[in-house]
Nanobody
Framework: VQLQASGGGLVQPGGSLRLSCAAS????????MGWYRQALGKQRELVAT???????NYADSVKGRFTISRDNAKNTVYLQMNSLKPEDTAVYYC???????????WGQGTLVTVSS
């Protein structure tokens, strides 16, 4: 099983990025997918999740700016990030959670840097 995250990079404040996470080896349609982030010196925190049925949940700090979505045909989850702020700078991790038994799998991170 593998979660391959991509799309990170350097962006100016106010800019946008779209992260992608491609899953392989999973029954993707039975998973809640999530994005988490960890800034330097801080704990990992929830950014957004989306259930197999498309129900979304967001951290208050990103509501209205970030959008999580999924394409079950492509086994991929996305995070569209708009109006980026320097405090959004972090390593962003993709996460898969089996809805039936609660097991969790983490992918590798992708670095997002918001700076002028």
């Amino acid at each position: 099983v593998q979660l391959q995250a991509s799309g990170g990079g350097l962006v100016q404040p106010g800019g946008s990025l779209r992260l992608s996470c491609a899953a392989s080896g999973f029954t993707f349609g039975s998973l809640t997918m999530g994005w988490y982030r960890q800034a330097l010196g801080k704990q990992r925190e929830l950014v957004a999740t989306i259930t197999s049925g498309g129900i979304t949940n967001y951290a208050d700090s990103v509501k209205g700016r970030f959008t999580i979505s999924r394409d079950n045909a492509k086994n991929t989850v996305y995070l569209q990030m708009n109006s980026l702020k320097p405090e959004d700078t972090a390593v962003y991790y993709c996460n898969a959670k089996w809805e039936d038994w609660g097991g969790v799998y983490w992918g590798q991170g992708t670095l997002v840097t918001v700076s002028s």
